[in-house]
């Protein structure tokens, strides 16, 4: 895994290979940021990271000038490389490790932008009740977006906040919104 932009461009990091984990790819994450890019000045952004994994998309962010980063997962292996990775690169990333379904019930935050990646193997309910659960807690600030990432194989088109996807190689972006 490699850090593809910002301050830490091209700064590879090797997560324990231990970990439950699919990390999006460099394809996948440079299209999104792109995207992102386009619709935010990224150092503004308080992003909330679900099912963080190895912290791929954490790391990009805070190498990109992001300063409020919270990542979620539920496997302790992964919250500690996040935490380990975060202090030794100056990160400010905050790790937590909670089952994501429980924290989106309890947070209070808004956040301008959250992504998830949960397992591609997650049955389309589990997908919607991502969105669905950070729509009616209201987890989003006036402006903000929720990013899903899925295969191919999953349409979350028919969620009421759906916008628009992206697809790079197998891997799908859905975009969420307020109003969409």
Request: aromatic share 12%; net charge negative.
């Amino acid at each position: 895994m490699r850090i593809i932009s910002g301050k830490y461009k091209g700064k590879r990091l090797t997560a324990p290979k231990k970990l439950p984990v699919r990390p999006t790819t460099d394809m996948a994450k440079e299209g999104l940021f792109n995207i992102l890019n386009n619709r935010y000045y990224l150092d503004e952004l308080k992003v909330l990271d679900l099912f963080s994994g190895t912290g791929n998309i954490s790391f990009e962010f805070a190498s990109r000038g992001t300063e409020e980063i919270t990542a979620v997962d539920s496997y302790a292996g992964c919250v500690q490389f996040i935490s380990k990775t975060a202090r030794e690169l100056d990160f400010q990333i905050t790790p937590i490790k909670s089952d994501v379904f429980k924290f989106l019930k309890r947070t209070t935050e808004k956040f301008n932008l959250i992504f998830a990646d949960p397992p591609y193997d997650f049955d389309i309910a589990q997908f919607l009740s991502i969105a669905n659960l950070v729509f009616q807690n209201e987890l989003l600030k006036e402006d903000g977006l929720l990013v899903i990432e899925h295969s191919d194989q999953t349409d979350l088109s028919e969620h009421p906040h759906f916008a628009e996807s992206r697809k790079y190689g197998g891997s799908i972006f859905s975009f969420f919104t307020i109003a969409a």
